[in-house]
């Protein structure tokens, strides 16, 4: 369980970019993660471009760095098998 506190960013992502945000910290292709969250590509990019925009960033390492940095997913150790 994560914990937030007053210093724990709040992005206000929607339930939507929270199931991108994990495939996205892995990698994934637009492709790959329209695949196995049934959506369209054109549906990833406009999730993705706002996350970018939540997140001020531009781009994907960016990105999927920030979401590290700031722990705003779980650890994949920490996920059950």
């Known amino acids: 369980m994560k914990i937030i506190t007053e210093d ?3 992005y206000d992502f929607t339930p939507r970019e929270k199931d991108i945000l994990p495939l996205l910290v892995r990698g994934l292709k637009n492709e790959d993660i329209a ?3 049934y959506i369209s590509v054109s549906t990833v990019k406009a ?4 996350i970018f ?3 001020g960033v531009d781009n994907r390492t960016q990105a999927a760095a920030k979401i590290l940095a700031e722990n705003l997913i779980p650890h994949r150790d920490s996920e059950q098998p």
């Open 8 to 10: 724990t960013p709040n």
């Open 35 to 37: 695949n196995i969250l």
């Open 47 to 50: 999730n993705l471009t706002s």
């Open 53 to 55: 925009e939540k997140l």
